[in-house]
């Protein structure tokens, strides 16, 4: 099945965040994308864990490795696949930095990080990873999307853990 090309309207943002989508924990959570609904590098999957007990959404083979990582890490507590990023904050952030916010057809994107994860450390009870592929590094547009990332993660005091391959 052909994948449709990731094109959200201002109301359809508004009927996702209505729809409670990035919101929860563990069996509750609703990712902010569905891995049907945006193309993907590779194969994207549906996932079963019996940590959360319920379906996550990965989108590429590296998610997917990373995903099982973290569902198979003891101190893991909770994870969130496609979390998504306080648009507010993210344009703010852009603007500020004078970097370029990611809009398709004149809407500017709500941005999301791969994984949002809990764990019962002390030391580092929440952080967030962005998995990407070391060919995507070398791509200034998405060094710079990493960047608007990173200091979104940084105001909301959690690091970003940027996992390649």
């Known amino acids: ?46 996932v079963y864990s019996h940590l959360t007990g319920r379906i996550h959404h990965v989108l590429s083979d590296l998610e997917f ?13 909770d994870i969130r696949e496609q979390f998504p990023l ?11 930095g004078q970097l370029w916010h990611p809009s398709q057809g004149g809407v500017n994107l709500v941005m999301s990080s791969d994984f ?6 002390k030391t580092q009870p929440k952080f967030a990873i962005q998995a990407k592929y070391s060919k995507d590094l070398k791509d200034p547009r998405t060094i710079e ?19 390649n391959r």
């Open 86 to 96: 306080n648009r507010d904050d993210t344009l703010n952030i852009s603007k500020e």
């Open 1 to 46: 099945m052909a994948k449709s090309k990731y094109v959200l309207t201002e109301k359809q943002i508004i009927k996702r965040i209505n729809e409670g989508r990035g919101a929860g924990r563990l069996s509750d959570y609703k990712p902010w994308l569905y891995v049907n609904e945006v193309p993907s590098e590779g194969r994207s999957q549906r």
């Open 145 to 163: 999307k990493l960047e608007i990332e990173r200091r979104y993660w940084q105001l909301k005091k959690n690091p970003l853990v940027p996992r």
């Open 116 to 121: 949002l994860v809990n764990t019962a450390s």
């Open 65 to 77: 490795a990373v995903f099982l990582l973290l569902d198979h890490n003891p101190a893991v507590t």
